[in-house]
């Protein structure tokens, strides 16, 4: 009898220290903060993080991708995205996309610079057309909006030429720069374009009361070479 009494009792508290290791681990097992998930899901996808739920230790996750509406099932302990649905389709589908066609000609309107390739990627949740020129050239790349045509940035050659010492060709900010210290205006509008002999210049735009002024900058030495005013 006192056999049994003993084996009940070690058998007891093994059964409370299964418990306690259990819960001890649970308790100190931390679950991801909603800004932790949502941190860990725009690591993987680029887009905007709309709404955030938890439930039984699953996140619900909304992100609005460059295709749509996505929803995502992320696990609470890890941040491993579990699944992902489309729920909406976006409201600009890709046939409304430019071509890679009309992207080179719409690189073609700012540059005359000879193109070496053009890839389409999705850059912080937008659709975008990167075009890279070749190794010679002073421009390296220039990123246009997929979908407005918009050129959103230009990226310079950082190497000087040995042959004629020319520097980098300025960005657009500069340029804008130069001009508004010879024009005291607001910047409207600035276009890069190249001379036939290759050279790079900018016509910035800027309006001044009720006159609008084209001051043409060149885009290595920054030298203002003309200003044209309209009224």
Do not use: C
Not at 67 to 93: C, F, K, L, P
Not at 166 to 174: K, Y
Request: charged fraction near 30%; charge should be negative.
């Amino acid at each position: 009898m006192k056999k049994v009494i003993v084996f009940l009792v070690l058998l007891a508290g093994l059964v409370v220290a299964a418990l306690g290791v259990w819960w001890l681990s649970s308790y100190f097992t931390q679950e991801m903060s909603p800004e932790e998930i949502e941190q860990a899901v725009q690591e993987q996808y680029q887009g905007e993080i709309t709404n955030i739920e938890k439930q039984d230790g699953i996140y619900e996750v909304t992100a609005e991708l460059d295709r749509g509406t996505y929803q995502m099932q992320v696990e609470a302990a890890d941040g491993s995205v579990i699944s992902v649905t489309q729920i909406a389709g976006n409201s600009t589908n890709d046939t409304e996309m430019l071509t890679e066609e009309e992207a080179r000609a719409r690189a073609e309107e700012e540059t005359d610079f000879s193109i070496e390739k053009i890839s389409r990627e999705t850059q912080e949740g937008t659709a975008v057309y990167v075009v890279e020129f070749a190794e010679e050239e002073a421009l390296e790349e220039m990123i246009i909006d997929a979908r407005s045509g918009a050129v959103l940035e230009e990226e310079q050659d950082d190497t000087e030429s040995s042959e004629d010492g020319r520097q980098t060709v300025l960005n657009a900010e500069e340029a804008a720069s130069v001009a508004r210290e010879e024009v005291d205006g607001e910047v409207d509008d600035v276009d890069f374009e190249t001379s036939d002999a290759g050279e790079p210049f900018y016509y910035v735009e800027l309006e001044q009361d009720d006159e609008e002024a084209t001051v043409q900058v060149h885009g290595i030495t920054g030298e203002i070479l003309s200003i044209t005013w309209d009224d």
